[in-house]
């Protein structure tokens, strides 16, 4: 069975990276979306609520688990028999840190492989913080984000 996992801070999740999920869906026989709850990244949203963001937002993909560790992400990976981490590419300044990335879990985990799918070109300028920050500014950033995120990411910054 090959077994994918795609981690990240999904802060939140983006069209961007639904292309990505669901581009890896037909790849895998099971992809975990997984979101690490240690970090010490600054996020809008807590961790429950990214998840259940991710949840709704894939919920007619039945082959992709969505999940949140505490573990290093070659970890998580080993429990749940992946050897494969996946992550998306878009511009060539992700490739810097995604190689050192890369490597840092091969060396953490030699049977682990990091695979890369490139954006689509229609995502390959967008990001959470770029939406974040869009939002914040009043602008429209509907096209960017799947409704459920829409909706979320309005309600939390009327508050
Ligand atoms: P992290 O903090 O782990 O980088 P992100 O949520 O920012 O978490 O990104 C998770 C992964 O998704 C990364 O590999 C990132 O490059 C990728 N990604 C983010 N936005 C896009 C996009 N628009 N198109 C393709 N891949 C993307």
């Not at 292309?19 to 970090?39: E, G, M, T």
């Not at 992709?64 to 080993?78: I, N, S």
């Not at 913080?129 to 829409?150: M, N, R």
């Amino acid at each position: 069975m090959r077994i994918g996992v795609y981690p990240g801070t999904f802060d939140p999740i983006t069209n961007g990276h639904l292309d990505i999920i669901k581009r890896a869906s037909v790849l895998f026989d099971k992809l975990y979306v997984v979101i690490p709850s240690n970090i010490n990244k600054k996020t809008l949203f807590s961790v429950e609520e990214r998840v259940n963001l991710v949840k709704q937002v894939v919920k007619d993909i039945p082959n992709v688990v969505v999940d949140t560790t505490e573990l290093l992400t070659v970890d998580y990976a080993k429990t749940v028999g992946a050897t494969t981490l996946l992550r998306g590419l878009r511009m060539v300044s992700d490739f810097e840190y995604e190689l050192q990335m890369a490597a840092l879990n091969k060396s953490l985990n030699n049977n682990v492989e990091t695979i890369f799918i490139m954006s689509s070109h229609e995502y390959s300028f967008l990001s959470s913080s770029s939406v974040k920050e869009i939002a914040a500014f009043s602008g429209e950033f509907k096209d960017f984000v799947p409704h459920p995120v829409y909706e979320a990411l309005n309600k939390k910054l009327k508050k």
